[in-house]
C-alpha cells in the first residue's frame, strides 16, 4: 500500500498559482496518482488523475516525474472558492477496494 | 441521475442503540465504499464492495456490519453504537478503485 505525504496546510493569495506536491516514494508500477478536493460539509470530488508526465483538464494539471516517486497538482488562478482539502491518493486503477488510502490532505486557505 | 444519496443526513443515537445509514447510487457502478473522517482528519475506509454479493474489510470495520444485495445499494449497519462511532460517514460508489463519486455524508453522534 503506497502511503502519500503532503504538506498539512498553505495559504494562497486570489489569482496566484498554487502548486501542491504529493510524496509517494513507494508507488507501484501499476499505481495511479489521483487527485481529490473536499469542501467543509461535503463528500470528497475527483480532480485529475494519471500515471506519468502532465495531465491538465478544466480544473488543474497534474505534473508526475519521471521516477514517479512524487507528484505535484497545480492549480492556475486560484480563488476563494478553491478554499479546501486536496488529498492525493496512489492506488491500482481497478480490481480492489482495499488499496486506497486518503490520508489527511493538504488545506489550501486563498486570501482575498 | 441523482448520484449517490445518503439518508439521514443527520442522526443522535444513545449508546447501545443500533441504526442503518443507507446509500444508494443510480450510475450502475460495481464499486461501492464506505468510509467515516473524524474531524480534521482523512477519510478511513470501513468496508467496500465490488459486486452484489460481494463485500470486505477495510481499514476500520469494527463495529460496522454491511451487505450488498443489489448493485444500486450499500447499507451500513451499527449494531451497539458507541462514542467512538461518532463521525461524518461517506458512501462513495466508482467504476475502479481511483474515480470515485461520493454521497453528501451523514452525520452522526453518539451520546
Known amino acids: 500500500l503506497a502511503k502519500t505525504t503532503q504538506p498539512i496546510s498553505m495559504d494562497s493569495y486570489e489569482g496566484q498559482e498554487v502548486n501542491i506536491t504529493c510524496s509517494h516514494n513507494?508507488?507501484?508500477?501499476?499505481?495511479?496518482i489521483t487527485w481529490y478536493q473536499q469542501f467543509p460539509s461535503q463528500g470528497p470530488r475527483f480532480i485529475i488523475q494519471?500515471?506519468?508526465t502532465k495531465v491538465t483538464n478544466e480544473v488543474a494539471s497534474l505534473f508526475i516525474p519521471a521516477d514517479r516517486k512524487s507528484s505535484t497538482l497545480s492549480l492556475p488562478r486560484v480563488s476563494l472558492s478553491d478554499t479546501a482539502v486536496y488529498y492525493c491518493?496512489?492506488?491500482?486503477?481497478?480490481?480492489?477496494?482495499?488499496?486506497?488510502?486518503f490520508g489527511t490532505g493538504t488545506s489550501l486557505t486563498v486570501i482575498p | 441521475n441523482a448520484g449517490v444519496t445518503q439518508t439521514p443526513k443527520f442522526r443522535i443515537l444513545k449508546i447501545g442503540q443500533s441504526m442503518t445509514l443507507q446509500c444508494a447510487q443510480d450510475m450502475n457502478h460495481n464499486y461501492m465504499y464506505w468510509y467515516r473522517q473524524d474531524p480534521g482528519m482523512g477519510l478511513k475506509l470501513i468496508y467496500y464492495s465490488v459486486g452484489a454479493g460481494i463485500t470486505d474489510k477495510g481499514e476500520v470495520p469494527n463495529g460496522y456490519n454491511v451487505s450488498r444485495s443489489t448493485t444500486e445499494d450499500f447499507p451500513l449497519r451499527l449494531e451497539l453504537a458507541a462514542p467512538s462511532q461518532t463521525s461524518v460517514y461517506f458512501c462513495?460508489?466508482?467504476?475502479?478503485?481511483?474515480?470515485?463519486?461520493f454521497g453528501p455524508g451523514t452525520r452522526l453522534t453518539v451520546l
Open positions: 513507494n508507488i507501484a508500477t501499476n499505481d495511479y
Open positions: 491518493l496512489v492506488g491500482p486503477a481497478a480490481n480492489t477496494g482495499n488499496q486506497f488510502y
Open positions: 462513495a460508489s466508482g467504476t475502479g478503485v481511483n474515480e470515485q463519486f
Open positions: 494519471g500515471y506519468k
